[in-house]
């Protein structure tokens, strides 16, 4: 099986969890079979793991996705990194390409898109195989996979298909689509629901040449690297708008289970493992539930149906019934994100100030992997002051190496070339100094920093 | 007029915002006429500045709050500070020893005695000259102040006066004290309001001679640092109950105004200028209010009647109903301070981690007053880094003088005796590393760090 997985989206309906460089299918809400907290990322790809073994997986994603994605899912993970966001037909587009040229995949071959955050079962990705049949058998060019709708949601798109007196209790079955319904009114959810329409799950199965051909009629190419240079000028549209508008011939295959979007602070309530994740007291509490990602005690009393959550971003108290608020006030808040999850590892900012001559310090705890580099780079408008905590690592400034180890001190001046390769896993104070700190402030250099010490000359 | 201020206390009812060190007359909860955020005890001072100009003032408290209050009123406020805690009446006796010994009053001099915080009008402070008068025309040994009752609070004290037909509305005519009432039940305040009963507002007037008998007819001393070396052997008892319960004639003044004890979050609701203080977002919340002392935005959207308090401490967030419950889980937490004022200045714990190896890590940003000094010590279980992010300092490693500005890192190692003086307001971000992170780990040494660099040898 051929697996193309999208992962968009960056918002701020479940601040101050997510943010801009956070996007909700990596925050670590849900807990796996071990107790441990885990993202909506990380449980679709073990879910994949489970069903679909031996499946070609590709992460269409933008660049800055690469970093978490790779976090949370292992180094190995394939990624198709898009240039620009430019919505989902051109993702898909650059995804099929990939797997034309890199992966050597024919024209026949089937690929399933998904997008990467459902919170669904297993059957749901058994249901792939359907599709991929589906498609084999030339039953249609395009075949979705429709859900049988556990409620009249206003906020999901319904599906009509032709329906000859059979029940939908044989999902293996294809159908043909006949008609789709973006979020109805209640009243329309409700009455699709009576004749059986089914929420549209923005799963295609499609052969691999059937898009190739629609990408080259808009924009010819000759291999990915040639799309991937001209991906701006493949048209700003939807997956949907562009390619199932117009097919000419669309199936569904059906899932029977449980599947919902867990976008919002609302949806996200009844799927979390416990009422509250991380360090949180909670005293005569009915229907409330609070996630905790600071280092220090949250305490709720005697509060109903509120959602708190709390992360270096920032403290949301709310009615779950107001919470999708949240996401008009997170725009206000214009702050750079305050914990972000890297290739290398993570940081958090622990504090910020500003001074009176306009001068401002930023103070982060910095997580690097052992085996991990920070890449050679240089800043030109801050100092950066690193008091090591613990671990060893190998630091590179100005091309003068040196070992460092908890409780040194290291200072790197605006100006310097610096990169930093974690011998064992590292922990680093960093405080940067200047009038203008801006995560944009940074030159990268090419240099592929060592991974040990051996044979380098040492300071 | 002599004033002793009884300034003790600690406690959990405003977590996160009080804490063992930082009791609650030393939130700045309130707002002066400038609109500057102020604590309880600067309004009390504050007040007392304007009634009663020339006073001498001295205030009775703990080791503990020396550094608070010293920040928060001057460093000339006068303490008297107690060598351990042992209730109200060793600190007044203490007190009493001090304006004999120290300040050469008579015994004949009045002294008038007085919690650090109620909250009240400048009325309050008006009557202490009544009281005075009072004393004065030894109309009895003790003088209280009686205020009228706002509602039947179960939680005062009552007392009951002879009452010879006139009414309280001659509040400067003392009256004969007929009997106390600690906490009556509602239904029996309710019945003492009726019968003119007044709450108890725990000022005490009477000649310093008075006093100091009683004390020493319990502990016979010369003078204070007599006293003070031998503090441990007076009883610890409440003035209330050695001295009041046993006075042979009390009267009482009376004061009719607005009088409270801001002592829990229930009753600060009231009182506070804002319904939000610090970096505080509110979306359609009716009776809710919040503090906010971390660096990071909070959002309260749609709940009603809450209180919101985040500080290094923790965050609470709790039904105003229900707010008392704070102390018990406040107790639960046995964490350190993670934020206290300091004679010098003030701290905040931005980050403290634990590694594999069972060493931690505390990250503080410390801010050093312009003139102020850490005083000479050595740290044995830990090593301190520190990054100076704004200003400048005279620093003292083991003997040798260096000038420590912006941008500078500075390394204590264990072991090293150290001092800082702020030669401009220093702000300081200190990596403390060790297995045992103690505040106790502290040895002082006798010496005064020089107020310049001139003369010195700097490194």
Same mark, same amino acid.
């Given at each position: 099986?051929?697996?193309?997985?999208?992962?968009?989206g960056?918002?701020?309906?479940? @601040?101050?969890?997510?943010?801009?460089?956070?996007? &909700?299918?990596?925050?670590?809400?849900?807990?796996?079979?071990?107790?441990?907290?885990?993202?909506m990322?990380?449980?679709?790809?073990?879910?994949?793991?489970?069903?679909?073994?031996?499946?070609?997986?590709?992460v269409?994603?933008s660049?800055s996705?690469?970093?978490?994605?790779r976090?949370?899912?292992?180094?190995?993970?394939?990624?198709?990194?898009?240039?620009e966001?430019?919505?989902?037909?051109?993702?898909?587009?650059l *995804?099929?390409?990939?797997?034309?040229?890199?992966?050597q995949?024919?024209?026949?071959?089937?690929v399933?898109?998904?997008?990467?955050?459902p919170?669904?079962?297993?059957?749901?990705?058994?249901?792939?195989?359907?599709?991929?049949?589906?498609?084999?058998?030339?039953?249609a060019?395009?075949?979705?996979? =429709?859900?049988?709708?556990?409620? %009249?949601?206003?906020?999901?798109g319904?599906?009509?298909?032709?329906?000859?007196?059979?029940?939908?209790?044989?999902?293996?079955v294809?159908?043909k689509?006949? =008609?789709?319904?973006?979020?109805?009114?209640?009243?329309?959810?409700?009455?699709?629901?009576?004749?059986?329409?089914?929420w549209?799950?923005?799963?295609?199965?499609?052969?691999?040449?059937?898009?190739?051909?629609?990408?080259?009629?808009?924009?010819?190419?000759?291999?990915?690297?040639?799309?991937?240079r001209?991906? +701006? &000028?493949?048209?700003?549209?939807?997956?949907?708008?562009?390619?199932?508008?117009h097919?000419?011939?669309? *199936?569904?295959?059906?899932?029977?289970? &449980? @599947?919902?979007?867990?976008?919002?602070?609302?949806?996200?309530s009844?799927?979390?493992?416990?009422?509250?994740?991380?360090?949180?007291?909670?005293?005569?509490?009915?229907?409330?539930?609070?996630?905790?990602?600071? +280092?220090?005690?949250?305490?709720?009393?005697?509060?109903? /149906?509120?959602? *708190?959550a709390?992360?270096?971003?920032?403290?949301?108290?709310?009615?779950?019934?107001?919470?999708?608020?949240?996401?008009?006030?997170? /725009?206000?808040?214009a702050?750079?994100?305050?914990?972000?999850?890297?290739?290398?590892?993570?940081?958090?900012?622990?504090?910020?100030?500003?001074?009176?001559?306009?001068?401002?310090?930023?103070?982060?705890?910095?997580?690097?992997?052992?085996?991990?580099?920070?890449?050679?780079q240089m800043?030109? &408008?801050?100092?950066?002051?690193w008091?090591?905590?613990?671990?060893e690592?190998?630091?590179?400034?100005d091309?003068?190496?040196?070992?460092?180890?908890?409780?040194d001190?290291?200072?790197?001046?605006? +100006?310097?070339?610096? *990169?930093?390769? %974690?011998?064992?896993?590292?922990?680093?104070?960093?405080?940067q100094?200047?009038?203008?700190?801006?995560?944009?402030?940074?030159?990268?250099?090419?240099f592929?920093?060592?991974?040990?010490?051996? =044979?380098?000359?040492?300071?």
């Amino acid at each position: 099986m051929n697996l193309v997985l999208l992962s968009g989206g960056s918002g701020k309906r479940l @601040w101050p969890l997510s943010n801009d460089v956070r996007s &909700k299918q990596f925050l670590k809400l849900l807990t796996d079979e071990n107790g441990q907290r885990q993202s909506m990322v990380q449980r679709v790809f073990s879910q994949i793991e489970e069903v679909c073994p031996d499946s070609n997986i590709v992460v269409a994603t933008s660049e800055s996705q690469a970093d978490p994605l790779r976090n949370q899912l292992g180094q190995g993970v394939e990624l198709v990194l898009e240039p620009e966001r430019r919505d989902t037909f051109p993702a898909i587009a650059l *995804a099929c390409a990939y797997l034309e040229s890199k992966k050597q995949l024919s024209r026949d071959e089937v690929v399933v898109v998904m997008p990467v955050d459902p919170y669904t079962e297993l059957g749901f990705f058994r249901t792939f195989a359907d599709m991929e049949k589906a498609v084999q058998s030339d039953c249609a060019e395009l075949v979705l996979m =429709g859900i049988r709708p556990a409620f %009249a949601s206003p906020k999901y798109g319904y599906m009509t298909y032709e329906c000859d007196g059979d029940s939908f209790l044989t999902p293996s079955v294809p159908r043909k689509v006949t =008609g789709f319904v973006e979020k109805p009114e209640p009243e329309r959810a409700e009455k699709l629901i009576e004749e059986g329409a089914v929420w549209n799950s923005g799963v295609f199965a499609f052969r691999l040449g059937y898009v190739l051909d629609l990408v080259r009629a808009e924009l010819p190419f000759d291999n990915y690297d040639e799309l991937r240079r001209n991906y +701006g &000028k493949l048209t700003r549209t939807s997956f949907d708008y562009k390619v199932v508008e117009h097919a000419k011939s669309i *199936a569904a295959v059906f899932f029977d289970g &449980k @599947w919902k979007d867990l976008g919002t602070w609302t949806t996200i309530s009844d799927e979390m493992a416990a009422p509250a994740l991380g360090n949180v007291i909670m005293d005569g509490c009915s229907g409330s539930f609070a996630v905790n990602d600071l +280092g220090i005690p949250m305490v709720i009393i005697g509060v109903d /149906n509120i959602v *708190a959550a709390a992360s270096h971003d920032g403290i949301l108290i709310s009615s779950i019934a107001a919470s999708p608020r949240v996401k008009d006030h997170a /725009n206000e808040i214009a702050a750079r994100p305050m914990q972000e999850e890297k290739r290398w590892g993570e940081y958090s900012v622990v504090d910020t100030a500003e001074y009176s001559d306009g001068m401002r310090s930023i103070t982060k705890h910095m997580v690097i992997n052992k085996g991990q580099a920070i890449s050679y780079q240089m800043h030109s &408008k801050r100092d950066e002051l690193w008091s090591v905590t613990d671990g060893e690592g190998l630091l590179c400034i100005d091309g003068a190496y040196r070992i460092m180890r908890r409780g040194d001190s290291v200072t790197i001046a605006r +100006g310097s070339r610096h *990169a930093v390769r %974690a011998l064992t896993k590292l922990h680093l104070i960093e405080v940067q100094l200047g009038s203008d700190l801006d995560e944009s402030d940074i030159e990268r250099f090419d240099f592929e920093m060592p991974y040990s010490a051996e =044979g380098l000359q040492c300071e």
